[in-house]
């Protein structure tokens, strides 16, 4: 299947993912000196820039910044030639090559600082989570571009884990879970079984106690218990997540049920009891862990971007194991508002935590709360958004040979053998979809549109007429003709949202919401000698939708009735998306309202 995206909200970001962000990405890989960590590693004279951890320890993964800048480049250049991107690329990919060692072994941090000596770290060495995203960076480039340099980097590396760590070999685990899917996925490019048997492996030795408990206990790293024993989720939750991934991954290739049942067990649990309203994951600063069942409080939410883009991955493995709707409906929620608030409207600042709150007056502010930065000593978000945003179209749609199943929304043109069609939408502005068929062949076929779960009033119109549908997913099967039109209308009023009642932290709040977009209020859109802080919900007027070209091209806010003491009771406020908080300096800011 070939999907491209041509126009509207997605392709904006695409667009300016390839233009601001990567080559924003290129320049940091230099001013970090990520790239030239490299450089020593194949012999060059510089000074090691590995940073620190909360415990004083160096950052031992950088190398995967320059790996995941890789896999976007490659991604985008398979769209369209760029000259400037290429020439980039070509450059950092001669320096990972330089770099590996005639054994397959890459690793700055070890080769230049550690000695020397592979493995002897798995607890938080990070060496295979590296070499997953450069098989991952290899992958893209050969999928892509049938550029083949990365992808024999990649194999070399991983065959080099294998000698040491595959069937027979040395039992052991990197702290940091990624590989395993990247295995898999290794094994579906190459046809090669053994890096499946690996991953498969890597997976049952989880669990076991291998990495010890460390300074926050072996659930920190999911070692606590075995993968198919852990009735949730625990620990950090980018591990978590990444771990699962490979999970679902094993578990499809070798139709492994049992498998797949605790992945999809653990999910629930985690959608039901510890995910913000935005799709962010992870409560805890600490061990930027998941917390208590919901424990969930706004103002000091982790919410890392990288863990919403792992959410994203994850659903995105669980929807096609499953065909369930409900894991479109949360790739939908993580995409436009946990995953996108990690990125300036502008392309070329971060957030690295995404809170739902931030209070107008501080005493103190965790590291990532206040101002957008342009890059992080830990930087393992940024390129990750630009990963993700220059593959997004393959999260689009699915086919198999029932017909064609259409997950996101986005003006674009799908292929898959004899079917084309094209999709036309100002989504997520206006709920309207239209899906027209071009190309078909004779036989009926499926063409099947989830209707998200947020959506309360829906119709579907084809050839045979208008109907109403629920949400989940409406499949139309006939004998399709070219020219034929299917138009799917979401309803998409300003709804207004309560909390579960088990959250203690924002109960008697409540939050806005329309289509799949969340709302928050930011202090530079309240009314003069007013603070955020004063403000509660009057529930007595109505929250009316309006443009707010002041904010962002084509984005429609929400004019929210509020109170506040000494104020009157016709105070109006200024909602703008959740994903475009922090973009005019630093100020307060709310998803939560009180009532």
Known sequence: MKVRITDGFWADRQRLNRIRTIPHGFEQLHRSGVLDNLRMAAGAEGCYQAYSDSAGTGLRFLDSDVYKWLEAVGWELGRAPDPGLAAAADEAIGVV??????????????????GGKPHQNLAWGHEFYCVGHLIQAGIAWHRALGDDRLLSIARRAADRVHVEFGPGGRDGVDGHPGIEMALVELTRETGERRYLDLAARLLDLRG???????????????????????????????????????AVDVAVELGDATLLAAVRRRWDDLIRTRTYLTGG?????????????????PDRAYAETCAAIASVMLAWRLLRATGEASYGDAIERAMFNGVLSGLSLAGTAFHYTNPLQRRTSRTYEPPGYGERASWYPCACCPPNLMRLLSSWEQYQATSDGAGVRIHQYATSDIETGDIGLSVRTDYPWRGRVTVHIGRTHDEPWTLALRVPVWCRSATVTDPDGTRVVDPGAVALTRRWRPGDTVVLDLDMPVRITEPAPRVDAVRGCVAVERGPIVYCVESDDLPLATELEELSWDSGRQAVAVPRPDVGADIVGVRVPMTAPGHGDHLTAGAIPY?????????????????
């Open 281 to 297: 994951m992870g409560s805890r600063h600490r061990d930027e862990a998941f917390g208590d069942p919901f424990e969930l409080p």
């Open 579 to 595: 994903y475009a908080w922090g973009n005019r300096g630093v100020s307060g800011m709310r998803v939560w309202i009180p009532r």
């Open 208 to 246: 076991r106690g291998l990495l010890g408990a460390e300074r926050f206990g072996a659930a920190y790293w999911q070692d606590h218990e075995p993968v198919r024993q852990a009735a949730t989720v625990a620990g950090h939750a980018v591990r978590q997540l990444y771990l699962d991934c490979g």
């Open 97 to 114: 090559a330089a770099a590996q060692r005639d054994d397959g072994y890459v690793n700055s941090y070890v080769q230049v600082l550690d």
